[in-house]
């Protein structure tokens, strides 16, 4: 069964995630985190650069690698290599990630299922290989995009 999976973090919960991690809740940092909560469901560390012009490059990637350390965003690669990153806190719990991503309209969303979890088990007993961790990303439609898909794509 497949199973789409929103993300349910706010921003409270992020600082409290931090500050256990011994990460120091700053000014800088909040003002990070709450341009994450305010743009789409993914975004890329220029769209952090835009919408916080009073902040230095440097410092929004140092703190997107350790938000994405601490697996509270994931990085996904679109189709066309471009790294977007998303909140993910609820799949790193359980340390796997499975997206859907849309070819044309870039969106990403999240799924899990017990099918392929289960599937991953039995290839894991079959070649006595313990996995620690896994990603998998699918390209294709959305169900807004896919009757404007190119004709020339097959499924």
Request: charged share 25%; glycine share 4%.
């Amino acid at each position: 069964m497949l199973k789409i999976i929103k993300n349910n973090v706010n921003s409270l919960f992020v600082l409290s995630t931090l500050n256990r991690s011994g990460y120091r809740t700053t000014a800088t940092r909040r003002k990070i985190i709450d341009a994450i909560f305010s743009l789409d469901n993914s975004f890329t560390v220029e769209d952090l650069i835009q919408n916080l012009p009073d902040l230095g490059r440097a410092t929004i990637f140092r703190n997107v690698k350790v938000l994405k350390d601490l697996q509270i965003i994931c990085q996904v690669f679109l189709d066309n290599g471009q790294s977007v990153y998303q909140l993910d806190f609820e799949s790193s719990l359980e340390s796997h990630h499975h997206h859907l991503i849309c070819s044309k309209c870039k969106c990403i969303q999240e799924f899990n299922s017990g099918e392929l979890e289960g599937l991953l088990r039995a290839v894991s007993e079959e070649m006595s290989f313990e996995i620690d961790t896994h990603r998998l990303e699918l390209y294709g439609y959305c169900s807004s995009c896919k009757t404007s898909k190119p004709s020339d794509v097959q499924i």
